[in-house]
């Protein structure tokens, strides 16, 4: 996906402004490189804030491809335009919201662990032998989810040392993860230009046409 801006210019000043003005006219694609520049680096930030998970940011690769030369960039420049963004399949998804469906699973495993969530980490990561997790059928009001992966912790008896269960997980105990059939995504846009950015692009625009 990728995102664009229609500018338009009017030039007032004295003679020499007016030739300053033209000579840069006839070379507009370093304007074009600057604003295509602050797009990225506008949205690079914006996804720290859209995909801020409690404490964690997790930007991953969606970020490191808004990054110039990062991978399935998009930075396209010319004479007339600057067009930006990235080629990652879910890039659109986390801009524009959606519903997301299993692919090579029958259900989707949701992360109810916020450390689990910061890394990543899938059930079979978390539990490898398949023994620490239970499946639980889930009989609340969520449609999408049908089970819980749960942690029911270490057996045992409770003394002044252990006063609580530990897990079997270094996560649990309690549910881990949540299985669902779908999981719908709301929108939170990133690629885009804020009333920031057309500030400091009117101040490029300025310095270019000055010869700056």
Do not use: C, H
């Not at 690769?61 to 808004?66: K, P, V």
Request: charged content about 20%.
């Amino acid at each position: 996906m990728a995102t664009g801006l229609n500018m338009k210019m009017t030039i007032t000043g004295d003679r020499a402004m007016f030739e300053r003005a033209a000579k840069a006219l006839r070379n507009p694609k370093p304007l074009m490189q600057r604003v295509g520049t602050l797009a990225l680096s506008s949205s690079v930030r914006r996804l720290s804030s859209v995909l801020k998970q409690g404490d964690a940011i997790r930007t991953g690769r969606l970020g490191a491809s808004l990054s110039p030369g990062g991978e399935a960039n998009v930075f396209e420049i010319s004479d007339f335009q600057a067009i930006v963004g990235t080629n990652l399949p879910y890039a659109a998804q986390v801009q524009y919201g959606g519903t997301i469906l299993p692919k090579n699973a029958k259900a989707l495993a949701i992360p109810l662990d916020p450390q689990i969530a910061r890394q990543g980490l899938g059930p079979r990561e978390v539990d490898p032998s398949g023994d620490l997790l239970s499946f639980v059928p889930y009989t609340g009001s969520k449609p999408n989810v049908f089970a819980l992966l749960i942690d029911r912790g270490m057996q045992g008896p409770l003394t002044k040392r252990k006063k609580k269960r530990e897990g079997g997980t270094p996560y649990g105990p309690g549910p881990l993860f949540a299985l669902a059939y779908w999981v719908t995504q709301e929108a939170r846009p990133y690629l885009y230009f804020d009333e920031a950015d057309l500030k400091t692009i009117n101040g490029i625009a300025e310095q270019w046409l000055a010869g700056k």
